[in-house]
């Protein structure tokens, strides 16, 4: 059996666990995909931050990739990531680099099993900052620096593609080599914020087809198997597993504590339960309906007569769910021109919208929120 049919069928434990921390944050992304910005009163408590911890541990899940909001903001922070590397979880997040001064810089360097993702989403100021807000590029650049200086080691650069920074892909690569880093590119999802900004963000089928040209040509690039969609332009894939692992091999934990199929798709309709009820989230993962469901065969539908179904695999779940397009349909950004058609199909009255939204009711500025504390997020 092919390895991508048996993680089709889930694993006892997903490969890689998304948790989110925290829905507070100091910027206010235009794409942010949960809608990040005040604290949630009901957040997970440190002690119960532990106890999901040791059922990762028990699991044997690899590492968990932590992110947010900014997971910085929260006071145990550093705590629970020496609580999670200690007992054998790795763990990677992601930052706007507002909080690594020196001293943290440091402290991070000095610790096993911890990986850094500095997040930007432009090769220079200009583009960054429209997307991400003014002064975000020289915060994250300054982060990347004290990491460098304090001897890290090869931290990532974590890149949202938009139509505004495809023509940096040069720039993102010569950015990552002066730093000795790693580039991370990944696909913009119409979710959270997203869904408002995504059809003047996402990158055209011209830059589609570069992108993937591009991606082919620099194996080292790392994507997360973002961009399975775009093996339908040609014979080669992209390296990765180039399937949907939502609820197989992957899924997301929410601030308080709410288990979702897709890190994109922060919904009730992929909600599978929380790990406060009963048998934690052992239970959710192994047992939930919704993920059994997902791992069941699923139909091609109306890419059934495509001859590059196998390749593509029908593209994205939360980029079909959050366009109005059935999950059985096409990719919105299927680069046969499938997705446009669909598209047109769709009433506004059809397009989800996030269960939740944590925004912040005015945008805020950073030289205000440098030093936010997660209790008045």
Request: glycine share 10%.
């Amino acid at each position: 059996m092919p390895l991508t049919d048996e993680l089709k069928r889930g694993l006892d434990a997903p490969i890689c666990l998304t948790w989110e921390l925290t829905y507070a944050c100091n910027l206010a992304c235009i794409h942010c995909l949960s809608s990040s910005g005040r604290r949630d009163p009901r957040e997970l408590s440190t002690a119960e931050a532990r106890d999901v911890i040791d059922e990762m541990s028990a699991l044997q899940v690899f590492y968990v990739n932590i992110g947010g909001g900014e997971p910085t903001i929260r006071p145990d922070f550093y705590e629970l990531l020496d609580y999670a590397t200690s007992n054998g979880v790795g763990v990677k997040f992601s930052t706007n680099g507002s909080r690594i001064d020196d001293d943290n810089a440091a402290r991070l360097a000095s610790m096993d099993y911890t990986d850094i993702q500095i997040s930007i989403d432009g090769a220079d100021a200009a583009t960054n900052d429209a997307v991400r807000g003014e002064g975000s590029f020289a915060m994250a650049t300054a982060a990347m620096d004290r990491l460098a200086e304090a001897g890290f080691g090869p931290f990532k650069i974590s890149v949202v593609m938009t139509r505004q920074n495809v023509p940096q892909l040069d720039a993102f690569d010569s950015l990552a080599d002066r730093y000795g880093a790693e580039l991370r590119l990944t696909r913009f999802r119409p979710s959270g914020r997203g869904a408002d900004t995504w059809h003047k963000l996402h990158p055209t089928d011209s830059q589609q087809r570069q992108l993937y040209s591009w991606l082919l040509d620099r194996p080292h690039v790392l994507t997360g198997d973002s961009f399975f969609h775009l093996n339908a332009l040609g014979d080669e894939n992209l390296p990765g597993l180039n399937m949907c692992g939502a609820g197989r091999v992957v899924c997301l934990i929410d601030p308080v504590g709410d288990v979702y199929a897709c890190p994109f798709v922060l919904h009730d309709d992929f909600r599978a339960g929380n790990v406060r009820d009963d048998g934690g989230f052992t239970t959710v993962w192994r047992s939930s309906d919704l993920f059994t469901e997902l791992r069941q065969p699923q139909s091609a539908g109306a890419c059934a007569s495509c001859g590059q179904f196998d390749a593509c695999q029908g593209g994205c779940m939360a980029a079909k769910f959050f366009t109005g397009i059935p999950l059985d349909g096409p990719d919105p950004e299927c680069v046969k021109g499938k997705g446009t058609e669909a598209l047109s199909a769709v009433r506004s009255s059809a397009v989800p919208v996030q269960t939740s939204d944590h925004s912040k009711p005015i945008p805020v500025s950073l030289s205000a929120t440098r030093g936010l504390a997660a209790d008045r997020a």
